[in-house]
């Protein structure tokens, strides 16, 4: 049994079925934890998928604007008659 760092609750974990590293939800406050450490068994909060999501994010924002730099400078090469 561990406890949870955001509520202290006590979570049932099932040793012999999970692994260092591997995701656990909190049945009290639904907080996504990962396990820290197998004996004693610990709980610590998971990494933010977030941050990862935000550094794709500005990378499809730079792609994007090289495309429309690439689109402005098409057009300014020619003259509608």
């Known amino acids: 049994m ?8 006590e979570v049932e974990i099932s040793e012999t079925d999970v692994e260092l ?19 004693p068994l610990e709980l610590d909060f998971a990494p933010d998928d977030d ?6 994010d500005d990378d499809d924002d730079e792609e994007e604007d090289d495309d429309e ?8 090469d020619w003259k509608e008659e």
């Open 2 to 9: 561990a406890t949870c760092p955001e509520c202290d609750a």
């Open 21 to 39: 590293g591997d995701d656990v939800t909190c049945p009290e406050c639904g907080q996504t934890l990962v396990i820290s450490n197998m004996e």
């Open 69 to 76: 730099e690439d689109d402005e400078e098409d057009g300014a």
């Open 51 to 56: 941050d990862d999501d935000d550094e794709k």
